[in-house]
């Protein structure tokens, strides 16, 4: 299963994405996360670069983003399948990931785009908390750990990622509403698109992906 999911951040792509992944037993590829885990080695100059442009809530740039993931399509686990989370984010990524496909002789199974409005994707934010040490996403109100602040996982703390702050948030949704809006019309012609309304639980946007993809039971 070859999947590409979309939406805004905070509409609960990547709570969608770890079920996904878990379920077709395929690897979640967020490039963000690839990125952020290069945050901590000062001589890895790709994290480096990446770190100061997520840092402003600015995208990295295509060329940077393009080659990890070409590399990451090289590796052994992706040949049963793939979940896209975070990628691609406009047109030229999207053709570049086309190119990339084509190289592999693959085809994609579901485009999901997750949908929102922009205020609730703020509200959700302001909440969120990640782990320091698996990256497991948690919410104050919706998604609590057992002990607040610790994850339920690893005992890693909770934090608040400066790209989840609500002055990075509305400007992340000002760029993805301008770039990654036009890759919906990009995908949303072809019979493995499908529009999922985000704005309920959890749950609902579970069971709406899965009705998509023929796997409700
Ligand atoms: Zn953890």
């Known amino acids: 299963m070859r999947i590409i999911l979309m939406g805004p951040p905070g509409v609960g792509k990547g709570t969608e994405a770890e079920y996904l992944s878990q379920h077709f037993q395929i690897p979640h590829i967020s490039t963000g996360n690839m990125f952020r885990a290069m945050f901590d080695d000062p001589d890895n100059k790709i994290g480096q670069i990446a770190k100061a442009y997520i840092g402003r809530g600015e995208l990295v740039p295509d060329d940077i983003t393009n080659e990890l993931v070409l590399e990451r399509l090289s590796e052994a686990d992706v040949e049963k399948g793939f979940l896209f989370d975070g990628y691609p984010r406009n047109i030229n990524q999207a053709e570049a990931l086309d190119q990339m496909l084509e190289q592999f002789d693959w085809r994609l199974d579901a485009v999901i785009n997750i949908i929102a409005p922009d205020e609730m994707i ?73 529009a999922i309304d985000g704005t309920g639980t959890i749950k609902n946007t579970n069971n709406a992906v899965m009705k998509a993809l023929g796997e409700d039971k």
């Open 122 to 194: 703020v509200d959700r934010l302001a909440g969120r908390r990640v782990c320091k040490v698996c990256g497991k996403i948690y919410h104050v109100t919706n998604r609590k750990p057992k002990v607040e602040g610790v994850c339920d996982r690893d005992g890693g703390k909770l934090i608040q990622r400066t790209d989840d702050m609500e002055e990075t948030v509305m400007r992340r949704l000002r760029i993805y509403n301008s770039q990654t809006a036009p890759v919906i019309g990009y995908y949303q012609h072809s019979d493995a698109f499908y």
